[in-house]
Each structure stands twice: as structure tokens, then as C-alpha cells.
């Protein structure tokens, strides 16, 4: 698998545009075009790193393909979580708190009844 190849992939799996992946990582929409269809065969080590922080996918599988794809990170599930829950309108972000606060009752009843 090529780096576009490996790039078109978290493109698709985070259903994100090449414009919003390039404003998120402070590249050119153009570079990114480029490394998609490979024209652009490289990418340094710091955007690799952060394209691994800001997405989850290992530095070393961006760069090279080699190694595991994801990250086991809850913190890049946690600042996806952030980035989503920034763009919800006020109403979704109340309807998300409450779900939250739920899960947290339940949880608590669980706790409770297993004494």
C-alpha cells in the first residue's frame, strides 16, 4: 500500500474531505491532493507524528506501512470526541451531556446492587 493509498484510507475511515484533514494538520489542501495521488511519495516525521496524535493511526504505518494501523489511544478517541462534540449545535451537545449523565446512573446501579 502507497502513502496516498495509506492517506485516501483515514480519509475514508474518518469520512473526513482532503480540505478538512489539511486544515487540521496546518498543510495545504494541495499537498494533501498531492500525496493522495501520489505525486508526493514522503512525508517527514513531524506530520506523520501528528497526523498519529490528531487521528489514531501509527506514525510508522503512515510513513512506511509497516507495524499496527491504529493506536490504542484514548486520548486520540478523546480529541475526535472533542473535535465532533465542538461542532454539534447546543442542542446535541445537551442530549449528549444527558446520555452521558446516564450512563453514569446506570452504572452507579450496577455498582450498588453487586454489594
Known sequence: MTLGERIKTILSERNIKQVEFAKALGVSANYVNLL???KKK???DT?????EETYGYSAQ???TGDG????ISCSAAKTELMKRI???????????LAFASSLE???RSFSGSEK
Do not use: C, R, T, Y
Not at 506530520?47 to 497526523?51: G, Q, S, T
Not at 499496527?68 to 493506536?71: F, G, R, S
Open 36 to 38: 493522495v495521488n501520489g
Open 42 to 44: 514522503n512525508i517527514s
Open 47 to 51: 506530520l506523520a507524528k501528528l497526523i
Open 61 to 63: 504505518w503512515v510513513m
Open 68 to 71: 499496527e494501523k491504529l493506536l
Open 86 to 96: 465542538q461542532k454539534m449545535p447546543d442542542d446535541e451537545v445537551i442530549a449528549l
Open 105 to 107: 446512573s446506570i452504572k
